[in-house]
T-cell receptor, first 109, second 116 residues
């Protein structure tokens, strides 16, 4: 089946930028997504990018898509302690969301 | 925005009992609902897709007789874990998609199931 991979942990200092990376395998994915999950909670859609775009910016969030390398990244500018959470990238395949393993972002004051 | 609720938020039960988890779309109609399972520090694994008024479609390896899904209305889907065992302990998350599976999914807050 299709696979979505992420690094498991990222630690940054408050005020720094965070970059979370993801690779996917389904080249036919139309949309790629970033979700945030806080402890004991469900998933919150942060942003998504259409496959014909290279970049999308939404306030502190910047998504970069490299279709050739099937690489997706999420940059969080001016990272705050409230950004500490697990971040999942996901691709949509046949109407189903396929999630990566999640990257645990730890923001230190 | 679109809100999805789950009830209960957590449940502890004895081995061998059945547990029902509800997923409701509060302010929209959900043609399709999805049930996921998440183990600690792991990703969400899709268990099944349910469309209102029809039988759920289960992912490979998911026992449909053990995880009963009912999607009787456009705002409610239920997951019943039958004869629960400790290995069924997990975090169960539902999502709902207005207008079908190709639309955006809105996620519930999850239900923590602990089977003793």
């Amino acid at each position: 089946g299709e696979d979505v991979e992420q690094s498991l942990f990222l630690s940054v200092r408050e005020g720094d930028s965070s970059v979370i990376n993801c690779t996917y395998t389904d080249s036919s994915s139309t949309y790629l997504y970033w979700y945030k999950q806080e402890p004991g909670a469900g998933l919150q859609l942060l942003t998504y990018i259409f496959s014909n775009m290279d970049m999308k910016q939404d306030q502190r969030l910047t998504v970069l898509l490299n279709k050739k390398d099937k690489h997706l990244s999420l940059r969080i500018a001016d990272t705050q302690t409230g950004d500490s959470a697990i971040y999942f990238c996901a691709e949509k395949e046949g109407g189903k969301l396929i999630f990566g393993q999640g990257t645990e972002l730890s923001v230190k004051p | 925005g679109a809100v999805v609720s789950q009830h209960p938020s957590w449940v502890i039960c004895k081995s061998g009992t059945s547990v029902k988890i509800e997923c409701r779309s509060l302010d929209f109609q959900a043609t399709t609902m999805f049930w996921y399972r998440q183990f600690p520090k792991q990703s969400l694994m899709l268990m099944a897709t349910s469309n209102e008024g029809s039988k759920a479609t289960y992912e490979q390896g998911v026992e449909k007789d053990k995880f009963l899904i009912n999607h009787a209305s456009l705002t409610l889907s239920t997951l019943t874990v039958t004869s629960a065992h400790p290995e069924d302990s997990s975090f169960y998350i539902c999502s709902a998609a207005p207008g079908g599976s190709y639309n955006e999914q809105f996620f519930g807050p999850g239900t923590r199931l602990t089977v003793l």
